[in-house]
């Protein structure tokens, strides 16, 4: 019944969408947690926390947008590339049910922030596979993601996956000119 919503109710996929997420994080917003600090963070995140580690509140209110930003780009890139409908927003709703299980960490933190890059670097990524030439693309995608690394530093190894999209875009722009001149 409830992947059935997510398949046809249009309207009741949008009030699930603001009212569980919202439901799931009043507890949050009534006692917020402290920020998280570890050894990995880097110098975008050190003055994120330096600027708003005392006041908890605030900084909850804002990993709630930042993660429901990042579940509306994931939607999107869902359904602009034809991997869900372009009526469902089923994925963003499991995105954020998975980012709001834990209430530990439910407030800025550096993965939070460094999540936001790397999704919009996979939108851009993406998209470079429908352009003839998708370099500006994936320059975009390389930058999102050194901003990223200057975040949260384990995430540098998305670099891999960039350099992995060029192989793949190599390939993918080979077999369109085979294809188009098999001459």
Avoid: C
């Avoid at 919202?22 to 995140?45: A, C, E, G, R």
């Avoid at 409908?85 to 960490?105: E, G, Q, R, V």
């Avoid at 693309?137 to 990223?148: C, G, K, M, P, V």
């Amino acid at each position: 019944m409830f992947v059935k919503t997510f398949k046809k109710n249009y309207h009741l996929q949008l009030l699930l969408l603001i009212i569980v997420p919202l439901l799931l994080w009043i507890p949050i917003f009534t006692n917020p947690p402290k920020m998280i600090s570890s050894d990995f963070d880097m110098p975008i995140y050190q003055t994120i926390y330096n600027l708003l580690s005392l006041y908890p509140l605030l900084s909850s209110i804002i990993a709630f947008f930042l993660i429901y930003f990042q579940a509306i780009i994931l939607n999107s890139i869902f359904s602009y590339n034809q991997l869900s409908s372009k009526t469902s927003f089923f994925p963003a709703f499991i995105y954020l049910l998975i980012l709001s299980s834990d209430k530990n960490i439910m407030t800025l933190n550096p993965i939070i922030i460094s999540n936001t890059f790397v999704i919009i670097a996979l939108y851009f990524i993406f998209k470079s596979y429908d352009k003839r030439d998708g370099a500006d693309e994936i320059f975009n995608s390389a930058l999102l993601i050194s901003l990223s690394s200057l975040t949260y530093s384990p995430s540098i190894f998305f670099i891999l996956w960039i350099w992995l999209s060029f192989i793949a875009y190599k390939n993918y722009n080979e077999k369109i000119a085979e294809v188009l001149n098999p001459f």
